[in-house]
């Protein structure tokens, strides 16, 4: 079938992307679903760093490629072999599949899923191959997704059904922003109850980590970004407090504890940000750095403090999450109120609206814009 599409022709082109358009809207071929595979019609699909990171060149990635990977949907055609899902069905992309089957799997979501990987690297399907084209010639597929077109084939293991109360950008969010930074906390690093948290970068990551925090009732949850209209927004999403970047270093130089906070989760995927909330940890306590910086990043920390103050780093790709068992954790935290997801969500953006886009992302001032079909 044709299907219309946002395709990355060309990789590292010069900011501002609204000039240069690396992002191009097509007319593509999709094949029929294979064996153990979904046909989607796309809903709402966010706009996120990890398409960003693809577009400036910080993620290695083969094009031409359909980007987009934090997605809803409904199911409109199903594979040989799938019983575990029906026609009209909403359902949330998740951008590491999982194969159930090895040594990354078997660990309850600590560890990527190590075919889920490789195929991700490659923009095939996790079952193999691809099922777009332009004009006979392959298209890649992004995280196993490719959510900027009208309609995806994927993997049943790319998904997971929702109820049809969650409205599809909030579907869309909870199936990267929200298992990314709310997963941090609720499997890499969970508090206990009375300790603080600090989120350091408020992009749709960080934001959702800090609702998470929120909604666990823990202690003071702190919220660290450069722009002031984020920091005011996590105020009224109940921080308890906000500081600038450069607030936090005074503090931290003074030697100010109550700067510290017993979990840190650094969102900003960025080296100097992972230095900063490794400081902000309190003794005994936890940093989860869940950004994703520039592969040649490198950051400085002192190897004594972590010894001397029994502090812990942990990396968490996709919050720690196994997506079929968090998705439905954090949808019923957002129909009880807990988890006003829809909050995320800067704008509603369409196709043609993806190379700005781009730059909004890249300048900081979006959280979420979400691209509605």
């Given at each position: ?27 593509l ?39 987009g ?6 199911v ?6 799938v ?41 095939e ?75 350091v ?102 190897p ?18 196994v ?51």
């Amino acid at each position: 079938m044709q299907i219309s599409g946002v395709v990355l022709e060309e990789v590292g082109r010069a900011s501002p992307f609204a000039q240069s358009r690396p992002l191009t809207l097509s007319t593509l071929e999709l094949a029929p679903p294979a064996a153990g595979e979904v046909l989607v019609r796309m809903e709402a699909a966010g706009v996120c760093h990890s398409d960003l990171s693809v577009v400036d060149g910080n993620r290695a990635r083969p094009v031409p490629m359909l980007l987009g990977h934090e997605a809803s949907g409904r199911v409109e055609l199903l594979g040989p072999g799938v019983t575990d899902l029906v026609v009209g069905q909403r359902v949330v992309m998740t951008f590491l599949p999982r194969c159930g089957e090895c040594a990354g799997c078997a660990t309850g979501g600590r560890m990527p899923c190590g075919p889920g990987s490789v195929s991700n690297a490659a923009g095939e399907l996790l079952g193999g191959g691809r099922r777009l084209s332009r004009d006979g010639i392959p298209v890649h597929h992004h995280l196993g997704v490719s959510a900027f077109a009208t309609h995806a084939v994927v993997d049943t293991r790319s998904v997971v059904a929702v109820d049809d109360d969650v409205p599809p950008a909030v579907a869309a969010v909870l199936g990267c922003a929200v298992l990314t930074g709310g997963g941090a906390l609720l499997n890499a690093a969970p508090p206990e109850s009375g300790q603080s948290v600090m989120v350091v970068g408020l992009g749709g990551v960080g934001m959702a980590a800090l609702l998470t925090a929120v909604a666990l009732g823990v202690g003071d949850v702190v919220a660290v970004d450069g722009l002031e209209s984020k920091r005011h927004q996590a105020l009224e999403l109940g921080a308890t407090r906000a500081l600038k970047p450069d607030e936090l270093a005074d503090a931290l130089s003074r030697g100010d504890q109550g700067a510290r906070a017993d979990v840190v989760v650094e969102a900003a995927g960025n080296a100097r940000a992972f230095e900063a909330a490794v400081a902000a940890t309190a003794p005994g306590g936890r940093t989860v750095t869940v950004g994703l910086p520039h592969p040649d990043a490198r950051a400085a920390i002192s190897p004594l403090s972590l010894v001397a103050e029994a502090r812990t780093v942990i990396g968490s790709y996709l919050g720690s999450a196994v997506p079929a068992r968090d998705i439905p954790v954090f949808a019923q935290w957002w129909r009880a109120g807990r988890l006003p997801v829809e909050a995320l969500v800067s704008s509603t953006i369409g196709l043609d609206d993806l190379n700005p886009a781009m730059d909004e992302l890249a300048a900081g001032r979006a959280v979420r814009q979400v691209v509605e079909f």
